[in-house]
């Protein structure tokens, strides 16, 4: 666990934080319709894909760029037992905007499950790490969600990445948001997004589109500190799972209300 997090806290400090706020525009290009790449991301992503060659030899890394580029990697989540995802510049908007909002992620994938997780954020200095069975733990200290009962609506702060939600979705969910306390945007950034539920600053937050390196090491982050993250048909989330939406919540209690909130069950 602390070899990764060393690889991906040297990934930050050595090629991504030189260009923070310091990207030259050659240094930022659309890798496809919406979606922008900077040289960080595609830097650290070969930095940390070499180093986790080397702590387990063998095992193919799946990274979010080299995906952009060869789409049939994702297929080792299928045929290879063991697996890593790489996300190596978590919220690129974020950066390419000068926003500190943005992380460096990884997570390892055993036989379709996510066994262990790491999300680095330099900008606040904070480290988190997650084993399957063995918790949630941020610098040494144990995780937990606030396990407060909110089965009032109007008590539930929340966040809807609203961004991929197609026309019918955004009809649907849009005028239910009046029903809770709060609801905003999101930070782009789900190496954010999660741990603001497990620390209790929001109590939910909607997802539609589902990368595996977006999602998989913040599952586990927050399901390890005893949160919830369900598809709205209830079903668990996989790393290798192809479809839509995923509804996080700090407990049970809060993702039945908000579920039925939002999907008016």
Same mark, same amino acid.
């Given at each position: ?23 030259a525009d050659h240094e930022v290009e659309e890798k496809a319709p919406g979606e922008v790449v900077t040289i960080a991301d595609r830097e650290a992503e070969a930095f940390? %894909? ?21 789409? %049939? ?60 069975? %063995?918790? @949630? ?15 009032? *609506?109007?008590?539930?702060? !929340? @966040? ?11 009809? %649907? ?41 977006? /999602? ?10 005893? !949160?919830? *993250? ?14 839509? !939406? ?12 908000? /579920? ?6």
């Amino acid at each position: 666990m602390d070899a990764v997090s060393s690889i991906l806290r040297e990934a930050a400090i050595t090629v991504i934080v030189p260009r923070f706020r310091a990207l030259a525009d050659h240094e930022v290009e659309e890798k496809a319709p919406g979606e922008v790449v900077t040289i960080a991301d595609r830097e650290a992503e070969a930095f940390i %894909s070499s180093r986790l060659g080397e702590l387990l030899p063998g095992v193919p890394v799946i990274g979010e760029e080299a995906v952009c580029d060869n789409p %049939s990697l994702t297929q080792a989540l299928d045929t290879e037992p063991l697996v890593w995802l790489v996300d190596p510049l978590d919220g690129t908007s974020n950066f390419i905007k000068g926003s500190p909002h943005w992380a460096v992620m990884a997570a390892l994938v055993r036989h379709g499950e996510t066994v262990a997780s790491w999300i680095y954020r330099h900008t606040d200095t904070r480290l988190f790490q997650a084993e399957r069975g %063995s918790g @949630a733990w941020s610098d040494g200290v144990r995780l937990w969600c606030d396990a407060a009962n909110r089965p009032d *609506a109007a008590a539930i702060r !929340g @966040a809807v990445l609203g961004r991929f939600l197609t026309d019918d979705e955004r009809a %649907s969910v849009t005028p239910r948001f009046t029903q809770f306390a709060a609801i905003t945007s999101g930070y782009s950034c789900a190496g954010y997004e999660y741990p603001a539920i497990i620390d209790g600053a929001q109590d939910f937050a909607l997802f539609q589109r589902l990368l595996p390196w977006d /999602h998989a090491p913040g599952v586990l982050l927050l399901t390890e500190a005893g !949160g919830v *993250a369900k598809h709205p048909d209830g079903r668990a989330f996989q790393p290798d799972a192809r479809q839509r !939406g995923l509804l996080l919540a700090s407990g049970p209690a809060v993702w039945d209300t908000v /579920h039925g909130v939002l999907y008016g069950v």
